[in-house]
């Protein structure tokens, strides 16, 4: 924040207090509030990964909302707001993103990385619920992935690429699409 009326301008930042620490989460910002700004998943300083998700109101810092924990654990996750029909006849309406999709990341455990890394889940924000998606799992790992919605359609979310991407330059992962009305 910069105070341009304060007779020394200076930045201050202050994000509030996270109730769980944690590094290697998805941060993104609320399509519809852009004062909303939600913490998914992570690990904490031991390494493992985490199921909590954080949605913290930049106007109200001292009190962070925690969310009902995710289905698994992610570390490295993908996420996108997912948006509905709210009836203003605008092509494309972002007006109403009240749902999260969460892809892929790392689960910590063998068993775990099997699971995250080839799943996908939507927390409805109104319900305060995650669903597992989809009857069918990604057919390639997606363990630090890109996550989108189609411009045209927004039943389709496209999820790509892979950590290994960033160290080994020959291996990106894969751009796959899911169709969240297949649930």
Known sequence: KLDLNHPNPRWTLNIGQLKHRRHFCKTLFMENN????VSIGGSNSSYQSLKYVDIHDLNNLNKPSYVT???YKRMYPGACILFD???CG???CRHTGNRLFVGGGFGGKIEDDAISIYNAEIYDMVKDKWMTCFPRKTNYPHTYPSIWVDAFDKNVVYIGGDLYGIWEAHELG??????????
């Open 34 to 37: 852009r004062n909303k700004m």
């Open 69 to 71: 924990m995710m289905n």
């Open 85 to 87: 029909e709210c009836g």
């Open 90 to 92: 605008h092509f494309n």
């Open 174 to 183: 894969y751009v796959e699409w899911l169709d969240i009305r297949e649930n």
